[in-house]
């Protein structure tokens, strides 16, 4: 069943309010020695509808996917965030401008968004099981360097290269 924009928001932020899922997330959060942030902006669940539209998936596949490959997916995401600088392709910009030169003192360390495990459990749905093509999915969503960041996706999680796409 498709559903409406308005239905899809609310349940993600269903999801979100969710104990077992802030739980889960909270585990995430201190073995990466990272924060969680207090509050969810309307952007960051417009993000995740992008998602969950590109990817095909509904929050029900979410959520049996947390309690039933829990293991698998916080292990998924422990990685995904030790390894964020070396799956970070950086912007994409116009080649007939000249790139902007980037400041790193400039960038600080806020906290994760409450939503980072679902997103994490999309990318993760999508790797593993192929509910779409995994380049057509980044660039469904404006992933920067899409075929760069899926092979580098698939280079860091070489167990997901082999598997079948998940059966209806």
Same mark, same amino acid.
């Given at each position: 069943?498709?559903?409406?924009?308005?239905?899809?928001?609310? %349940?993600? %932020?269903?999801?979100?309010?969710?104990? =077992?899922?802030?739980? *889960?997330? /909270?585990?995430?959060?201190?073995?990466?020695? =990272?924060?969680?942030?207090? $509050?969810?902006? &309307?952007? %960051?669940?417009?993000?995740?509808?992008?998602?969950?539209? #590109?990817?095909?998936?509904?929050?029900?596949?979410?959520?049996?996917?947390?309690?039933?490959? +829990?293991?698998?997916?916080?292990?998924?995401?422990?990685?995904?965030?030790?390894?964020?600088?070396?799956?970070?392709?950086?912007? !994409?910009?116009?080649?007939? !401008?000249?790139? !902007?030169?980037?400041? &790193?003192?400039?960038?600080?360390?806020?906290?994760?968004?409450?939503? *980072?495990?679902?997103?994490? +459990?999309? /990318?993760?749905?999508?790797?593993?099981?192929?509910?779409? $093509?995994?380049? #057509?999915?980044?660039? +469904?969503?404006?992933?920067?360097? #899409?075929?760069? /960041?899926?092979? +580098?996706?698939?280079?860091? *999680?070489?167990?997901?290269?082999?598997?079948?796409?998940? =059966?209806?």
């Amino acid at each position: 069943m498709v559903s409406t924009n308005n239905e899809l928001i609310h %349940e993600i %932020e269903g999801i979100l309010s969710l104990d =077992k899922y802030m739980a *889960f997330s /909270y585990e995430i959060i201190e073995e990466t020695k =990272k924060r969680l942030c207090d $509050d969810v902006c &309307p952007v %960051e669940i417009e993000y995740c509808r992008k998602l969950l539209l #590109a990817s095909s998936l509904s929050i029900k596949e979410i959520a049996d996917v947390m309690e039933r490959d +829990a293991d698998n997916l916080r292990r998924y995401s422990i990685t995904s965030i030790k390894e964020k600088r070396s799956l970070d392709q950086g912007q !994409e910009y116009n080649p007939k !401008e000249p790139p !902007e030169e980037e400041d &790193p003192s400039n960038e600080t360390y806020v906290c994760h968004s409450k939503t *980072f495990l679902l997103q994490h +459990a999309i /990318y993760y749905l999508v790797l593993k099981y192929k509910t779409v $093509d995994l380049v #057509a999915f980044l660039k +469904a969503i404006r992933k920067p360097h #899409a075929v760069k /960041y899926a092979k +580098a996706l698939r280079r860091l *999680f070489p167990e997901f290269n082999n598997k079948e796409r998940i =059966k209806e």
